[in-house]
């Protein structure tokens, strides 16, 4: 039988994908877009505004004719990126990519650092955060949100000088909380992050299935509980 956890994971992730009120934000962050495709793809269907950030966002910056410098491009994904761009708008779906980046000149807590569009990004600089006006963009969106998926950081949080677009992020996530949004946070960087700042009790519910809950979001079927509930 299944444990109350996995009863909460569960019902937690129905009430984003099947169950939710409107309107539905999903906060995608991360590294590659490769890895959040199939996630990004499913969610088209079921949600009102996809968040990107993260290591990402420079995949779609280029997919608009941005300059991202020596920002983490999937080069063989700039067609996808381009594809994910006209379904969402086909759907209707409204995709927010950062419009501002904070910009290091190394990977370093130490590094020089300057904010810049993220479409124009020089070379020898890499975008390691969202900026000022992302952060203004992204959390009011997440504010008039009444249902919240948050999968991803939105900046390298790790270190200090590039936590601000994770932590503001969490912060609207919290309050959109406080005033009736459910919210659910999964995946590895999001969880720790929620840790990180604090907040992992002022959210609706912090997933624990790890790769298992992404398949969910993915919409691959999962044999171990499906031989469970046909039982």
Request: proline share 3%.
């Amino acid at each position: 039988m299944f444990g109350y956890l996995i009863e909460k994971e569960i019902e937690s992730v129905s009430k984003v994908m099947n169950n939710n009120v409107k309107p539905v934000t999903a906060i995608i962050g991360g590294a590659k877009v490769s890895s959040k495709i199939s996630i990004i793809e499913n969610l088209l269907d079921k949600v009102d505004n996809i968040i990107i950030g993260g290591g990402m966002a420079y995949t779609f910056a280029r997919t608009l004719g941005g300059k991202t410098g020596n920002s983490l491009v999937e080069d063989h994904f700039i067609e996808t990126a381009a594809s994910i761009l006209e379904k969402a708008k086909a759907k209707n779906v409204s995709i927010l990519i950062p419009i501002d980046t904070v910009a290091a000149d190394s990977f370093s807590n130490e590094a020089s650092t300057k904010t810049c569009p993220t479409t124009d990004i020089p070379d020898g600089w890499m975008g390691l955060d969202i900026g000022k006006n992302a952060i203004i963009e992204y959390t009011t969106c997440i504010k008039k949100s009444k249902t919240i998926l948050w999968n991803g950081p939105m900046g390298v949080f790790e270190l200090e000088s590039f936590q601000e677009g994770t932590k503001q992020v969490a912060l609207a996530v919290v309050e959109a909380t406080k005033n009736g949004a459910f919210s659910l946070v999964g995946g590895g960087d999001s969880v720790a992050a929620i840790n990180k700042f604090n907040l992992a009790n002022e959210v609706s519910h912090v997933s624990t299935g790890g790769g298992a809950m992404l398949e969910y979001l993915e919409g691959k079927e999962l044999p171990g509980i499906k031989a469970i509930m046909t039982l």
